[in-house]
């Protein structure tokens, strides 16, 4: 078989870089400048797939903090807000960072929701995310979190680890100390 190489036109292999004649016994894969896979099989017939392949820059967001549900609620306020995204495809890549005393501690029985910087998919596989990240509340409270977000929904509800096998809402007052910290990393599926 002869030798393939890459120019800007896609994956070249000499007798076989056109659909037209095609040898029975193989195909092509190629794309161009217009992010379009095309693959050649062995009847030399074509078909093409989009693929987006362009590399995007992390987009900044302010994350919103709410508690839903529960009683004596009092949401906490953080010195540093910040979140940042990337959208591939599909899935959105998101960080958040929430640090500091920057007024209000938590306080009551609501769980915590982190607002997204994009409405999940309709069709998001389950509702649950897993592991997302770590909250901090002063000495000697420190739990791995657990999210989980909804088919279509615009938040991500926490929960925290408490001991072998029991999750619970993260709430109000699992952030009513001064030094306080939630640091989530987590991905999930847009329409």
Known sequence: ????????KGLIIPEVANCAPEPANHGTLYTGSDNILRFCDGDAVLHAV???FTVTDWTTFTPTVTLVGGAGNTVPVYTTNSGRYV???KMVYVDVFLDG???AEGAGTGQINIALPVAAGASLNG???GQVGLADNGAGENYPLYGSIAQGGTTISLERWTSIK????LDGDDQDNVVRCLNLHFWYEVD
């Open 1 to 8: 078989m002869p030798r393939s190489y890459l120019t800007d």
């Open 166 to 169: 029991v999750l619970a809402a």
């Open 87 to 89: 959208q591939y495809g």
């Open 127 to 129: 509702n649950g995310v």
């Open 50 to 52: 989009v693929f987006d």
């Open 101 to 103: 005393d920057g007024g």
